[in-house]
């Protein structure tokens, strides 16, 4: 098993980066949160973070839109992401304030999240495996046109 700990709580295990949002954490520490997990998945071979926000029991809509784009940040770097705890008044919260809640997977337990990252890393390898199958059959249709 795969475990690292860092200054900020986070920790790997099985490929995926676990993210714990501080009940207390400020739009500042929300940024920082942030780049470190990028840092983390650029050095590591992460294919998954979770990010836990069940010790959170406020949360801006600032702060969220921070999380959001932490979320877009890592998907674009090829990694899939997993909000874990939404306490039910943060969640009405969210959706009375009128977010774009679009794009975003969640899970209610940690063991949850894991099975959903797993899932998802097996059917992004399976779209790359069916891609390459694909090019390479086009590539050898392509090549018997040219004989």
Do not use: H, W
């Amino acid at each position: 098993m795969d475990f690292r700990s860092s200054i900020s709580g986070m920790y790997i295990i099985k490929k995926c980066l676990i993210v714990p949002v501080m009940e207390s954490s400020d739009e500042g520490v929300l940024k920082n949160l942030g780049k470190e997990a990028l840092n983390r998945l650029k050095e590591t071979d992460i294919t998954g973070v979770l990010i836990d926000v069940s010790a959170v029991s406020i949360l801006s809509s600032y702060g969220f839109s921070i999380l959001k784009n932490m979320s877009a940040a890592i998907s674009m770097m090829g990694a899939s992401t997993v909000f874990v705890g939404f306490q039910p008044g943060v969640a009405s919260s969210l959706v009375d304030l009128n977010l774009d809640l679009s794009n975003i997977m969640t899970a209610v337990t940690t063991e949850d999240a894991l099975m959903m990252l797993d899932n998802n890393t097996a059917q992004r390898e399976q779209t790359d495996k069916d891609q390459i199958s694909e090019e390479e059959e086009n590539l050898s249709i392509k090549e018997s046109d040219d004989q």
